[in-house]
Antibody
Framework: QVNLLQSGAALVKPGTSVELSCKAS????????IHWVKQSLGKGLEWIGY????????DFNEKFESKATLTVDKPTNTAYMELTRLTSEDSATYYC????????????WGQGASVTVSS | DTVLTQSPTLAVSPGERVSISCRAS??????VHWYQQKPGQQPKLLIY???NLASGVPARFSGSGSGTDFTLTIDPVEADDTATYFC????????FGGGTKLEL
C-alpha cells in the first residue's frame, strides 16, 4: 500500500534551517508528484509547493518561494524540503502528500513532522 | 488567492444526515476535494473533483457542487465521523478551507 514516512519532530533555533524528509513506498516514486503542506494553529492548512520526482520541476505558492527548497533522491524514493531563515511563524506541522489524478488531488499523506522554532 | 469559506462547527446526532458547505471566492469549476482529519492524525482524502468517492471511503460520504458552491454530505452520520473536514481547490494553485469541526 502507498506509504509516505516522514522524519521526526525538530526543535530548531531562529535564523537556522531545517530539512524534512519523506520516504515513499508502495508505488512508483517517479510517477506521482510530491506536495508539501503546512498546518499551523493560526493559519490552518497552506499549500507550500510540489516537485515532480521524475524531472525535478517545482512549483510554489508565492508565499513560500523564498522559504522552501524541494528536492528528491530517486534511488531512495525520498523527497526533501528545506526551510530556511526560520522564525516562530514557521513553527507548524508539515506534511508531504502524493499528487494524484493529474496532480489535482492529494490522495496520500505522510504522518506529519512537527517543527518548533525556539531559542 | 482563491478563498474557501466553511462554517467552523456543526453538531449532529448519530444516524442523521449532515451537509458541510464550502464556498469559493471565485469559480473553481469542479476542482474541489474533501479531506477528513481526526485529532492527532493526518488528513485523509474522501472526495475528489467535487463528487468522486476516493478509494476505500464508505458510500455514506458524497459530494456535490460546481463553480463556487460545494457540499460534502454524510448520511447517515456515525460516531466515528467526529473530525474536522476540509475542502481544497486546485483550480487556481491550491488553497484550503478553514475546516468544519463535526461534533457528535
Amino acid at each position: 500500500q502507498v506509504n509516505l514516512l516522514q522524519s521526526g519532530a525538530a526543535l530548531v533555533k531562529p535564523g537556522t534551517s531545517v530539512e524534512l524528509s519523506c520516504k515513499a513506498s508502495g508505488y512508483s516514486f517517479t510517477d506521482y508528484y510530491i506536495h508539501w503542506v503546512k498546518q499551523s494553529l493560526g493559519k490552518g492548512l497552506e499549500w507550500i509547493g510540489y516537485i515532480n520526482p521524475h524531472s525535478g520541476f517545482t512549483d510554489f505558492n508565492e508565499k513560500f518561494e523564498s522559504k522552501a527548497t524541494l528536492t528528491v533522491d530517486k534511488p531512495t524514493n525520498t523527497a526533501y524540503m528545506e526551510l530556511t531563515r526560520l522564525t516562530s511563524e514557521d513553527s507548524a506541522t508539515y506534511y508531504c502528500t502524493r499528487g494524484a489524478y493529474n496532480n489535482y488531488v492529494m490522495d496520500a499523506w505522510g504522518q506529519g513532522a512537527s517543527v518548533t522554532v525556539s531559542s | 488567492d482563491t478563498v474557501l469559506t466553511q462554517s467552523p462547527t456543526l453538531a449532529v446526532s448519530p444516524g442523521e444526515r449532515v451537509s458541510i458547505s464550502c464556498r469559493a471566492s471565485e469559480g473553481v469549476d469542479s476542482y474541489v476535494h474533501w479531506y477528513q482529519q481526526k485529532p492527532g492524525q493526518q488528513p485523509k482524502l474522501l472526495i475528489y473533483k467535487a463528487s468522486n468517492l476516493a478509494s476505500g471511503v464508505p458510500a455514506r460520504f458524497s459530494g456535490s457542487g460546481s463553480g463556487t458552491d460545494f457540499t460534502l454530505t454524510i448520511d447517515p452520520v456515525e460516531a466515528d465521523d467526529t473530525a474536522t473536514y476540509f475542502c481544497q481547490q486546485s483550480w487556481n494553485d491550491r488553497t484550503f478551507g478553514g475546516g468544519t469541526k463535526l461534533e457528535l
